[in-house]
């Protein structure tokens, strides 16, 4: 699954990639979901050409630019496979290292990629380490890097979701954690983003980041109070599998 905006000079280039390398894998059914986030930009029209071209492909648009959380709330939410792998379109990951994540998955797990050296500027690195430092306060640990676009984990845990940006991962992990679903850490190489412009640490960005871990923390405190009032039971986790038979 790949949300993408305003990525027209290498979104082409990332699908042809991504279907290459699940289709190497010998999957039973695997399919690749895009979501355009309102680019304004060609990014749609290039994902519809791929799209007539390869088989499997989808594209989702959203009329305006919503965030990414949202465009990964879509992608979730339209997935069909057993299993979720989200990258990240921007060019920085390298979809045949999907391997790397698989050698630890189990439907009782979320493998999460951590760039094992970041090829970011300095400043967007420090400003996601401090952010995700106040995260780690707020929630406890969840994964090592929590906003790394490279994950895979089962489809139900990515149903549902409520942010409409940066805090996707945290509730995606968080929600993984109340569950007993194993956060499992992977070491994935990152490279530089050479075309496009990052929109993380743009002032709106962080103070919208802001905002939801807010109501995030407010959301969750009244859930597990409910919880402890009801004394709801905990589900039973489905049987490990070495392999997911499905893939979006």
Request: glycine share 10%; proline share 6%.
């Amino acid at each position: 699954m790949l949300p993408a905006y305003n990525e027209e000079a290498v979104i082409a280039e990332t699908l042809r990639r991504t279907h290459a390398a699940l289709a190497g894998l010998g999957l039973s059914t695997f399919e690749v979901i895009v979501v355009d986030d309102g680019s304004g930009d060609s990014t749609r029209s290039r994902c519809e050409e791929m799209a007539s071209e390869l088989s499997g492909v989808r594209v989702l648009a959203h009329p305006v630019n919503r965030g990414y959380g949202a465009a990964l709330r879509t992608g979730f939410e339209a997935a069909r496979c057993d299993a979720i792998f989200l990258m990240d379109s921007d060019g920085q990951f390298d979809p045949a290292d999907i391997r790397l994540l698989l050698s630890a998955w189990s439907p009782t797990a979320v493998v999460c990629g951590c760039r094992a050296e970041r090829s970011d500027p300095l400043f967007r690195r420090l400003n996601n380490r401090a952010f995700f430092g106040i995260v780690s306060i707020a929630f406890g640990p969840t994964a090592r890097d929590v906003n790394c676009g490279f994950k895979l984990f089962p489809r139900a845990l990515g149903r549902g979701l409520g942010a409409e940006g940066a805090l996707i991962c945290t509730e995606l992990l968080l929600r993984a954690r109340a569950q007993g679903l194993r956060i499992i850490d992977v070491p994935v190489p990152h490279y530089p983003r050479l075309t496009g412009i990052p929109t993380g640490a743009r002032p709106g960005v962080i103070l919208r980041a802001f905002g939801e871990l807010w109501r995030l923390r407010r959301r969750l405190h009244r859930a597990h109070s409910a919880a402890r009032r009801s004394q709801a039971g905990g589900e039973v986790a489905p049987p490990a599998a070495a392999h997911p038979g499905r893939v979006s």
